[in-house]
């Protein structure tokens, strides 16, 4: 009886369920088996020295390969996987293989790279989160300066003190942290001098008008000073033109990535293009400048 009162509540659950909810449910189980079926791929895409145009590193960004509905975005399926838990083994999964990649490519005599990993806040608030870390570093035998970590901002300010004490863990192992998407959060200045951090990452949002809007231009201005005055690496994310490459050169950024560079790549063309293009040429600036 109790087992056709769970039926019957079941079923009512179902059938008081809209569309979007079953539709939700469903990708739910396939991402479920995405990652035991092998439909899951990191592309990486190439992390630039803005003065000598070396790619320095990449950033693994995960690709889902669905067998009906094509390629699907991470956008679309991340807060899916935050929200499910499932974002657990699919991270795991993530830090793993990038940090085998990684080392695949020094063991293969290319210039050791650096290799950012994001972080969504479930992974970050994971308790076992710098023993997982520990694992793919040792599994990988990839030394802990060559791995960054990318923490979002809205993350780091849900609980500062427990976000400090994490952060903490993760630098006593080696590995460096950055944080993605800065100035669309809503942290609080005032912290940013406590987070033993390593990098900011410009949000792309004002890297696209950087030199069209005199706001967005002036945001960059100030989080490039910001960074530099707080002995942080900083780099802009989404560099797409020359125009927008050349005001960030002008004001001092010193790393970049966008599609003006390069897209995000499989891994064997990561490879190709280490071999035969390492380098990228960076326009030279504003010819009314002073030489020198
Ligand atoms: P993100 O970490 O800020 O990554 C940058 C996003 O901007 C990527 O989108 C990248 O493909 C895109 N992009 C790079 N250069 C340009 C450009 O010049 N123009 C434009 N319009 N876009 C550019 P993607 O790959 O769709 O990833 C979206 C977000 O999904 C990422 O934002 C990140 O927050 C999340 N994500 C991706 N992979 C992972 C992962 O393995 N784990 C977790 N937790 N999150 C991930
Ligand atoms: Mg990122
Ligand atoms: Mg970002
Ligand atoms: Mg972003």
């Not at 009162?5 to 991402?31: F, P, S, V």
């Not at 094509?70 to 991270?91: C, H, N």
């Not at 797409?240 to 002008?250: D, G, H, I, K, N």
């Amino acid at each position: 009886r109790a087992k056709e009162q769970g039926r019957d509540r079941i079923q009512h659950y179902l059938t008081g369920m809209n569309a979007g909810e079953k539709i939700r449910m469903k990708l739910e189980r396939e991402l479920r088996l995405a990652l035991k079926q092998q439909q899951l791929e990191l592309h990486y895409q190439p992390q630039v020295d803005l003065v000598d145009g070396r790619i320095f590193g990449v950033e693994a960004l995960l690709r889902w390969h669905h067998p009906q509905r094509g390629m699907i975005s991470p956008g679309e399926f991340i807060p899916l996987a935050e929200e499910t838990g499932l974002i657990v083994p699919i991270g795991e999964w993530v830090l793993a293989t990038a940090c085998r990649q990684a080392m695949a490519w020094q063991a293969q005599g290319l210039p050791p790279l650096k290799m950012a990993v994001n972080l969504s806040p479930r992974q970050f608030q994971l308790p076992g989160l710098v023993a997982q870390v520990a694992k793919a570093l040792k599994m990988a035998d990839l030394p802990p300066e060559y791995l960054e970590l990318e923490l979002t901002e809205s993350l780091l300010m849900r609980d500062v003190e427990a976000a400090i004490e994490a952060m903490k863990g993760l630098r006593k192992l080696g590995v460096s942290l950055s944080i993605d998407d800065f100035g669309t959060g809503y942290s609080s200045l005032s912290y940013l001098q406590h987070f033993p951090l390593n990098q900011l990452k410009i949000d792309r949002a004002f890297v696209n008008d950087v030199h069209l809007k005199p706001g967005a231009g002036a945001i960059a201005r100030a989080i490039i000073a910001m960074s530099k005055s707080l002995q942080l690496r900083v780099v802009a994310e989404g560099i797409e033109t020359a125009e927008q490459l050349v005001f960030l050169r002008t004001h001092q950024c010193d790393q970049g990535q966008g599609y003006y560079f390069s897209r995000p790549l499989p891994a064997r063309e990561i490879t190709a293009l280490l071999q035969h293009r390492p380098c990228f040429e960076i326009p030279t600036l504003n010819k009314t400048e002073p030489a020198g």
